[in-house]
């Protein structure tokens, strides 16, 4: 997987490339990546801080910066 923005159809993407995108963006938070959605405090709070939760957030709204190729 390459970083590069790309706005690629949710619906298209097998289960397993969603969840390596969302895997992979998740650790990317855990290790301290700024977020790419704009979250108030008491929207983290309900989030509980949980990195995966939050990187499911960017995933539906098409934001994560990580391109899918196929061979």
Request: glycine letters at 0%.
């Given at each position: 997987m390459?970083?590069?923005?790309?706005n690629?159809?949710?619906d298209r993407?097998?289960?397993y490339e969603k969840a390596r995108i969302i895997g992979a963006r998740s650790l990317q938070i855990s290790m301290g990546a700024p977020f790419l959605v704009?979250?108030?405090?008491?929207r983290l709070e309900e989030l509980k801080y949980d990195p995966l939760e939050i990187a499911k957030?960017?995933?539906e709204q098409g934001i994560i910066p990580?391109?899918?190729l196929r061979d």
């Open positions: 390459f970083m590069n923005e790309i690629w159809p949710k993407l097998t289960k704009k979250l108030t405090p008491k957030l960017e995933f990580i391109e899918v």
